[in-house]
């Protein structure tokens, strides 16, 4: 069993998948399962090391599915990409992780950072699949309502830590498990780009550490709109090479080829 930084070299590509129709910025576009599945080739055939299907918006103010609607969405797309495209899965319900691996899936991606679901931990054991535990404060439904922290990479460091713990006392290998700020999820403008600014502080944890910025509404507020609910290609591709440079192994973004061609020249550039 290989651990993450061996199949996953820094930096790489996961491409994201949504096949839902109320995603931030991509939501309908890969409802059909059939654009999905070209979605997910053209993302690999541009760079993208894995794609990473989800079936459940945890957009700001949503409320979730349930698990047979979730899974509705994401079988088919999953079965049309068996053997041909690395997956991960971005889900925080046992019974779809369970399903998506016997399909091939070789990554669990929570964001409750195995809070929600308590059977998932042995789910992601006995199967050994790689895991990322993402941070977030509060649920999706509440989340951006007043986010406040003494001091956030302080608190989400603690917390990863602590989640990584209990993965490990769950018995999933350490050396299969990543990291992640959560980008968005109870956070504010300053606060995610804090997070980016001492990504050093999560690096120190000893577990590659994922960066979902990608196109996401702190990007739009940066530059001006303080009603944005999504940031440019442009200014994701900046936060995405800033996040690289200070340590991040993977990037899960929407549009891959301008992120690999990016980090392709500061691989170059920063040796
Ligand atoms: N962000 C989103 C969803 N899953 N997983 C990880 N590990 N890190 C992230 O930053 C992250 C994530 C939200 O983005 P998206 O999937 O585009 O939107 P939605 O949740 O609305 O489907």
Redesign the pocket.
Known sequence: MSAVEDRFPRPSVMG?V?V?PD????GGVNLDPADAIASARRMVAEGAAIVDV?GE???PGSGGVDAAEELRRVVPVLEGLAGEVPVSI?TSKAEVARRALELGAELV?D?TALRADPELAGVVADSGAFL?L?HMRGEPRTMQADPRYDDVVAEVAAFLEERLAFAVSAGITEERVCL?P??GFGKTVEHNFELIRRLDELTALGRPV?V?FSRKSSLGKLLGDPDATTGSTAASVGAAIAAYERGATIL?V?DVRDHVEALAAATAALG
């Open positions: 994201v949504n839902t995603s931030f910025s991509d989800g918006s945890t957009r971005d991606n964001v990322c993402m992640d959560g980008i994922v979902g899960r929407h």
